[in-house]
């Protein structure tokens, strides 16, 4: 599977911003998604997961109530909402792929390159 996230940029704090991943190789909908960050100087970390069917996801602490993950299989794409965006969510974020089973490990099978996400205060 490639992935390719986009959508990143330059936002204030409070503001939105959506990023996309499409995916393309394999059957999307085999797959469970993810999204995971690095900031500057920290290890990578889990922010949202999506199963396979959208009927089940999972959210880092720190960003539930304003992330939403989601997925549209027709068009091989994951996404992610971000609201009321904060300082600290500046990263790159990267969506992965893994065969059949959710997880918020980051026990993927297949990742993209990234995009960042820088938020000023």
């Known amino acids: 599977v490639q992935l390719q996230a986009s959508g990143g940029g330059l936002v204030q704090a409070g503001g939105s911003l959506r990023l996309a991943c499409a995916a393309s190789?394999?059957?999307?909908?085999?797959?469970?998604m993810g999204w995971f960050r690095q900031a500057p100087g920290k290890e990578r970390e889990f922010v949202a997961a999506?199963?396979?069917?959208?009927?089940?996801?999972y959210y880092a602490d720190s960003v539930k109530g304003r992330f939403t993950i989601s997925r549209d299989n027709a068009k091989n794409t994951v996404y992610l909402q971000m609201n009321n965006l904060k300082p600290e969510d500046t990263a790159v974020y990267y969506c992965?792929?893994?065969?059949?089973?959710?997880?918020?490990?980051?026990?993927?099978?297949?990742w993209g390159r990234g995009t960042l996400v820088t938020v000023s205060s």
């Open positions: 992965a792929a893994k065969m059949i089973v959710v997880t918020t490990t980051e026990k993927y099978d297949y």
């Open positions: 999506i199963s396979r069917n959208d009927k089940n996801t």
């Open positions: 190789g394999r059957t999307f909908s085999n797959y469970a």
